[in-house]
Structures are given as C-alpha cells and as structure tokens.
C-alpha cells in the first residue's frame, strides 16, 4: 500500500522570501504521479503543481517548483517568493497509475503554511 | 464561468435522515467525482463517473449512492446518515480520466450527522 507522509505539521514564513515543505511517499509502483494541492481557508482544493515519475525534470508553475527525488521518494515543494495569499493547508498526494481512474488518490496529513506580512 | 458547483454548502442531519448533495459543472467535462474529506486528512474518493451514464465505486462507498444525471450534473445520495458520514464533500470534474487531465474541485458541503 501507497503512504505519503508530511511531517511538518506547521510552517511560517516571511512575506517575500522562500519556503520548502516536505513530502516522502512510499509505494512499490514505477510509474505514478505525484501532486500537491493547496486547501485556502475558503475549502476549496486547488492543484498547485503535478509530477509525472517518469519524468526526470522536476515541475515548475510560476513560484512553484518541486524536488523530486524518486530513488529516495521524496517530493518537496519550494514556494519563491511568498505572498499573502499562500497562506493555506497543503497536502501532498500520490497516485498510481495500475487501475485506471480509480486508482486511490492517497494524502498525506497536510501543512499549515503561514506567510507573516 | 463557474467551474464546479455544489448545494449546498452547509447541511446538518439527524441519523437516519436521507439528503442529496448536488453537483454541476459547465466545462463540458466527462468525467465527475465524489470525495471526503475528514479532519486532519486528505480526500478520499466514494464514487466517480468516467463518462455521461457510467458509474463507478472508489476507495469508501458504502452508505452511499451516485446518479449521473447528465453530463453536466453528478448527485451523492445518503439514504439513512450515520454519524460516520460527518465530514466535508467536494465534487471534482475532469476533461477526461484523472490522473492524466487536471481535476477541478467545487468549494465543499460541510455536512454534519447527529
């Protein structure tokens, strides 16, 4: 079985600068896909960025970048330059790819990241 | 353009009763999903419909039941709530089959079971 696992149960930052929240998964597949959602105090989830594990390069969208690492299973996302609206629970998530469209979305237990104006 | 769109957003039941969570979405998507999302955890999927009159059971079904109605609309029904069905519901479409297309998520029901 699939697990992802954050650690972090919190974070803060400083408006403008960068922050690195943490993400190990565990699973015996090759192929997956790999994502990390944002959840603002609205509720609604959001894709942030999307990691294919075939792909070596890592995903960037705007300040969002990941470190995928697949030989140790970690998957990190690095926000630059933070801004106010940032400030949301993130999880990361893990798919597989062997059953199709209901494979299980598994998530880890989510981040609270705060940016401090 | 609204995206996905759930009612409603706020509902309080007592067990036993039954209710249906609506959902609709005008980005003539063909694929629909019904996830929970409990305290402290990630969205766990009950149902999805792969296409307009399909109908599939994900990771937690039991206790509920789904109806495409059309492309556009994918209902969640709970017949008789238990005080386990407590949690939040997101509706999600997507153009095709997630994982390969992007998924889009309404804002959430809050539903809570007494």
């Known amino acids: 079985a699939q697990t992802v696992t954050q650690s972090q149960p919190e974070m803060s930052v400083q408006e403008a600068e960068t922050v690195t929240l943490s993400c190990t998964y565990d699973t015996s597949e090759n192929n997956y896909y790999l994502f990390w959602y944002k959840q603002p105090p609205s509720r609604q989830m959001i894709l942030v960025i999307r990691q294919e594990a075939y792909k070596q390069q890592n995903a960037t969208e705007n300040r969002f970048s990941v470190n995928f690492q697949k030989a140790a299973k970690s998957f990190s996302l690095k926000i630059s330059d933070s801004q106010l609206g940032d400030t949301a629970m993130y999880f990361c998530a893990f798919m597989g790819t062997e059953t199709g469209a209901n494979s299980k979305l598994t998530f880890g237990k989510g981040i609270t990241l705060s940016v401090r104006p | 353009n609204a995206g996905v769109t759930q009612t409603p957003k706020f509902q309080v039941l007592k067990t036993g009763q039954s209710m249906t969570l609506q959902c609709a979405q005008d980005m003539n998507h063909n694929s629909m999903y019904w996830y929970r999302q409990d305290p402290g955890m990630g969205l766990r999927l009950i149902y999805y419909?792969?296409?307009?009159?399909?109908?599939d059971k994900g990771e937690v079904p039991n206790g509920y039941n789904v109806s495409r109605l059309n492309k556009r609309e994918f209902s969640l029904r709970l017949e008789s709530a238990a005080p386990s069905q407590t949690s939040v519901y997101f509706c999600a479409s997507s153009f095709g089959n997630f994982p390969n297309e992007k998924l889009f998520f309404g804002s959430g029901t809050q539903l809570s079971v007494l």
């Open positions: 419909s792969a296409s307009e009159g399909t109908t």
